[in-house]
């Protein structure tokens, strides 16, 4: 069941979603857990969402990704060194809370085995991708810029609270109809990780 906030005079909604309500699946290299799909009653294999949020397990040395033309990607990995190739020429490495962005279309092939964090953005949905380390006791701000009004924030590790809800390591933060700051702030016993997708969606 999702835990829910209701904030009457600013119309938002918060929503933390724990490990055991994610769908996870298998694939020859290894397995992907969709962590969020927008909208929400959008099936990823018929390509009608706007936005998708998953995490992936790559246990193979080399993996070849799935071609989605017409979709803007976002790749992070949060374990592990990962290089990749885009088309013919264009080579990007990646350490972790390292973010690469990259049109679904050109053939991309993958070389590391690590756990990685994807954005997918599709009919009309624009945003980006950014990742944050946070200290103990350690808090900041985000902010709606333009046109963004969907935050969802996945933490890897560590524990955070934002606004006045708690969440722990492989739990995701939805906020729909994002329109004001927020204050993250880390109260775990350590360095906390996050994915932050920052999404505009019709």
């Known amino acids: 069941m ?22 996870t699946s298998l694939w020859s290299g290894g397995s992907t857990t969709e962590l969020y799909i927008y909208p929400e009653d959008a099936v990823y ?20 990704f799935t071609s989605l033309p017409g979709v803007k990607r976002h790749l992070s990995i949060f374990q592990g060194h990962l290089d990749m190739v885009h088309g013919e020429e264009k080579k990007v490495s990646l350490e972790p809370f390292q973010v690469d962005c990259f049109d ?12 990685d964090f994807n954005l997918m953005l599709k009919n009309g949905a624009d945003g980006k991708m950014e ?3 946070i200290n103990l006791d350690e808090d900041f701000i985000l902010k ?3 046109g963004e ?10 524990t955070v609270k934002i606004e006045d809800m708690q969440v722990k390591t492989g739990e995701l933060f939805i906020c729909e109809d994002w329109s004001k700051e927020l204050m993250i702030k880390n109260t775990g016993e350590s360095v906390a990780g996050l994915g932050i997708c920052r999404v505009s969606v019709k």
């Open 2 to 23: 999702f835990i829910k906030e209701r904030l009457e005079e600013m119309s938002e909604t918060y929503v933390v979603k724990r490990q055991e309500e994610f769908n």
């Open 45 to 64: 294999k018929e390509g009608n969402f706007q936005c998708r949020i998953s995490s992936a397990t790559v246990e193979v040395e080399q993996s070849d």
């Open 104 to 115: 679904g279309g050109i053939p991309t092939v993958s070389f590391g085995q690590v756990v």
């Open 131 to 133: 990742t944050a380390q």
């Open 144 to 146: 709606p810029e333009k």
């Open 149 to 158: 009004n969907l935050l969802v924030v996945y933490v890897p590790a560590g």
